[in-house]
């Protein structure tokens, strides 16, 4: 008996939805199909920006491969001017590699000049990648080296020497041979030294600093080192004929 009246009850209650249910649908299946429309149309509209945004990113990387390949090919101007395209219509990002890549195509081309004049722009443009701006600035100190006196290369370089830079290796050995070039003994010493230890120094720069500090040593020991002694020259004779003597009748007075 009491089975039964668990079922009528079971039974009684699922009515009770099914009608609660249905008068919620007759009331908002508006809402209801308004919200999932809604939801659908979010979805689509998701995938679609989804597939249209890896479909640009494609686009951006042939691009981005064929001005390599131009530059590669040492086809520069062409090179040049793909990578322009990609920098003005390319995210800051994007933008800012193709600047890059821009001002690598001019240098490996042996134009200096307009190799120095892109890493400066890239150097300077607040929208850049701090990452890319400080490479750049130390592209353009090390191309500035013999134009450039010492003072500019250490405004330009000292940033990048810190500890938490991770081009302080690099910045640490360039300040050292301008200090060096400009006779700043000590100061070259302070740049260079440290990274005869310095796990992150190549063995080409090790090998770099050794000669340069070598040079440094050599003109410490010349100042420092006693005038060679003068040994006195011994007397030359006097010619025949040409002694001090006395006449011979000097003695006889």
């Given at each position: ?34 919200g ?15 597939s249209r ?44 590699l ?104 190549s ?39 040409t002694?001090?003597?006395k ?7």
């Amino acid at each position: 008996m009491a089975d039964d009246r668990d079922s009528l009850l079971r039974e009684v209650e699922e009515e009770l939805r099914r009608e609660q249910m249905q008068k919620i649908w007759e009331r908002y299946n508006g809402l209801i199909l308004g919200g999932v429309a809604l939801i659908v149309l979010a979805v689509g509209g998701y995938k679609w920006l989804e597939s249209r945004r890896i479909a640009d990113a494609e686009a951006r990387g042939a691009e981005f491969t064929a001005a390599v390949q131009l530059s590669n090919d040492k086809k520069t101007d062409e090179a040049v001017a793909a990578f322009q395209k990609i920098a003005d219509t390319g995210s800051s990002g994007v933008a800012s590699l193709a600047k890059l890549h821009i001002a690598g195509a001019h240098l490996k081309a042996g134009k200096t000049d307009e190799a120095l004049v892109a890493f400066e722009r890239l150097a300077n443009d607040a929208s850049a990648d701090q990452l890319l701006k400080n490479y750049a600035q130390l592209q353009v100190a090390s191309l500035k080296m013999s134009t450039s006196d010492f003072t500019d290369i250490q405004n330009r370089l000292s940033p990048l020497a810190a500890d938490s830079s991770p081009f302080k290796t690099s910045a640490n050995e360039l300040l050292g041979i301008a200090a060096f070039k400009a006779g700043n003994l000590e100061i070259a010493r302070k740049h260079l030294e440290p990274l005869l230890i310095d796990p992150a120094a190549s063995q080409a720069i090790q090998e770099r600093i050794k000669i340069v500090l070598a040079e440094i040593a050599a003109i410490e020991i010349a100042k420092v080192a006693p005038p060679p002694a003068v040994t006195p020259s011994p007397s030359t004779p006097a010619p025949p004929g040409t002694a001090d003597t006395k006449p011979a009748d000097a003695d006889k007075k």
